[in-house]
């Protein structure tokens, strides 16, 4: 990179509640191989309430020093599109506070924007999410947390794929062309909806930019034990699905589509809670495990989707 070029990279890290994880990941970008001056870190503390702050301050001797940023509005995705706002580089990366990264995370991550650059192709990068389990990983929830396995070199997506919002690069330009994210679709305290990031990279392709996908900048995403209970997994089915319908829910067709899903989901539900009674009576208990979430995943849908047709969220 040229001697006196602009800030390239800026790395974006949302936090809540995750100090220790938070700690690690830090340290995984503190001992990144890219050029010191040409990129800077900020954390996004959304409202926690644990030792966040301290261990940001922990990494003040690093180069560059993470920035801290509270952000008070609630939600996953205020705290991007406060990172958004505060952002000094070119290319701005997302990492969820959970990731373990690879010395060349971010150059990897870079480098296809980096080799656009004014040409203005490509509108999202997406790296490997590698799920690793330090308490170990119940068969019944296997199916649920493979990676993501695009493809094997970096390149661009079809739209039946989008990567994940956990390791996922966007020039800043779109931000300014296509606006942030929409706040009503990621988790806040209190719920586990998911789909800011997918509707961005919607965004970003109807725009008609490319979405890349680069195996080589792989992160671990580190899963604990909660999240491979029963409790977070039907949680996270039901609130999940609640969000698709609120993303459905404002492109064209929503009514007559959401409505087809809505009788859809309903028969889902009912055989799915039979299957998993049969799966109990039996001894089975992985499998009635597994049916009864995707009985709560209809069940969001059940839910959500007069919400939405109503006009409530």
Wanted: hydrophobic share 45%.
């Amino acid at each position: 990179m040229p001697a006196g070029s602009s800030l390239k990279l800026t790395v974006a890290i949302p936090t809540y509640n995750r100090a220790d994880f938070l700690r690690q990941t830090l340290a995984g970008i503190a001992a990144q191989q890219f050029p010191r001056d040409h990129f800077e870190v900020l954390v996004i503390d959304n409202n926690s309430t644990d030792h966040t702050r301290a261990v940001v301050a922990e990494f003040a001797g690093a180069q560059p020093a993470p920035r801290y940023i509270q952000e008070t509005r609630q939600g996953l995705d205020y705290a991007r599109n406060r990172a958004i706002s505060e952002a000094r580089g070119e290319i701005i990366v997302f990492g969820d506070d959970d990731i373990l990264v690879r010395p060349d995370w971010l150059a990897q991550m870079a480098a296809p924007l980096l080799a656009d650059g004014p040409l203005r192709r490509i509108g999202a990068v997406g790296g490997e999410v590698i799920p690793v389990f330090p308490h170990g990983l119940p068969d019944w929830v296997k199916e649920w947390h493979a990676p993501l396995g695009f493809r094997s070199d970096a390149g661009p997506l079809p739209p039946r794929h989008c990567p994940m919002g956990a390791n996922l690069a966007f020039p800043a330009w779109v931000f300014a062309e296509l606006g942030p994210f929409h706040t009503a679709l990621d988790r806040a305290a209190g719920n586990y909806f998911s789909g800011g990031d997918s509707e961005m990279v919607r965004r970003v392709r109807a725009a008609g930019y490319e979405v890349w996908f680069t195996p080589a900048a792989a992160v671990q995403h580190q899963m604990p034990a909660s999240r491979t209970t029963f409790r977070y997994a039907s949680r996270h089915a039901f609130d999940s699905a609640r969000s698709r319908v609120i993303d459905r829910a404002g492109q064209p067709g929503a009514g007559t589509y959401l409505a087809g899903r809505l009788i859809a989901n309903l028969a889902k539900a009912g055989a799915f809670a039979l299957l998993a009674l049969f799966n109990a009576i039996v001894l089975r208990r992985g499998a009635a495990k597994q049916a009864l979430v995707r009985a709560w995943r209809s069940c969001g849908y059940v839910y959500q989707i007069p919400r939405s047709l109503c006009g409530r969220i």
